[in-house]
């Protein structure tokens, strides 16, 4: 019964390489137990089938760890790289350190008058979603031309509330979008309150009101209706026009991190 939710009404069945892909953009929140939980919601969208790989702008990328300036680099013989989808094991999630990757696509973006995420197609075009873990100063430049709304994750402490909302500022300053506020714990005591207050401080200053969402990881019906929802409104990112996805050097998913 769980099963059937997914697919009822949706569309978003995967059915393998397409000719376009998800990306959801996510702000971090900065607590490790809303990192593990979305996580959590990556495995459970793997577990229907929809590869997802996570590109982490939190983490630059260096000789030992090598990531997504990496693939953008041109391979003998091959334009660019491109990632395998490998769901094998659906609950180990493919991550990428990827901070200097996405400000490199986003210089190249400025350059050539795309946007970044359709030049990040061709280097993820073997997954069904993409997840931008950065944030909002990164995350900003990467979602130029963009209409669905990134998540910012909501600390559960109180004396962050300020730097929240100065991410949910420079987000909507810097792309014209207001972020979902997402808090990721039990809703037995009514709505968190860091929600409503970072909810309050945006309506008082920026006068616009986010959509404030709250869930409990930890509950399975939960967790399994917010992975849903991430899916529903990711930005949908199509296959570019002129067949540049063709020439690609494929880069094994057991070359990448996984959670």
């Known amino acids: 019964m769980l099963e059937s939710v997914?697919?009822?009404?949706?569309?978003?069945?995967?059915?393998?390489?397409?000719?376009?892909?998800?990306?959801?953009?996510?702000?971090?929140?900065?607590?490790?137990?809303?990192?593990?939980?979305?996580?959590?919601?990556?495995?459970q969208l793997q577990q229907q089938g929809y590869p997802v790989v996570v590109l982490d702008g939190t983490e630059k990328e260096s000789p030992s760890l090598p990531g997504l300036q990496d693939m953008l680099q041109p391979r003998q013989g091959y334009a660019f790289t491109t990632l395998t989808a490998d769901i094998s094991n659906p609950l180990s999630v493919a991550t990428l350190p990827a901070a200097r990757g996405m400000v490199q696509l986003q210089h190249k973006a400025s350059v050539t008058g795309?946007?970044?995420?359709d030049l990040l197609?061709?280097?993820?075009?073997n997954h069904a979603v993409v997840v931008?873990?950065?944030?909002?100063?990164?995350?900003?430049?990467?979602?130029?031309?963009c209409t669905q709304p990134p998540i910012q994750l909501v600390p559960s402490q109180s004396r962050n509330v300020v730097s929240s909302y100065r991410a949910l500022k420079q987000l909507y300053m810097g792309c014209g979008l207001m972020?979902?506020?997402?808090?990721?714990?039990?809703?037995?005591?009514?709505?968190?309150?860091v929600l409503k207050s970072l909810s309050q401080c945006a309506m008082r200053h920026l006068h616009?009101?986010?959509?404030?969402?709250?869930?409990?990881?930890?509950?399975?019906?939960?967790?399994?209706?917010?992975a849903l929802q991430c899916l529903e409104?990711?930005?949908t990112v199509h296959a570019p026009q002129d067949g540049a996805t063709a020439g690609a050097s494929p880069l094994s998913s057991s070359a990448v991190w996984s959670h």
């Open 6 to 43: 997914w697919h009822q009404g949706t569309g978003l069945h995967w059915q393998g390489a397409q000719s376009s892909l998800r990306v959801l953009p996510v702000v971090p929140s900065g607590d490790s137990a809303d990192a593990t939980a979305l996580w959590m919601a990556c495995a």
């Open 114 to 117: 795309e946007r970044p995420l």
């Open 121 to 125: 197609f061709r280097f993820v075009q």
């Open 132 to 145: 931008l873990w950065a944030p909002a100063s990164l995350l900003a430049g990467m979602l130029q031309g």
């Open 179 to 193: 972020p979902r506020l997402v808090a990721l714990r039990p809703a037995g005591y009514g709505l968190d309150h």
């Open 208 to 226: 616009t009101e986010p959509l404030c969402e709250q869930f409990d990881p930890l509950q399975a019906r939960q967790l399994q209706r917010w």
């Open 233 to 235: 409104h990711s930005e």
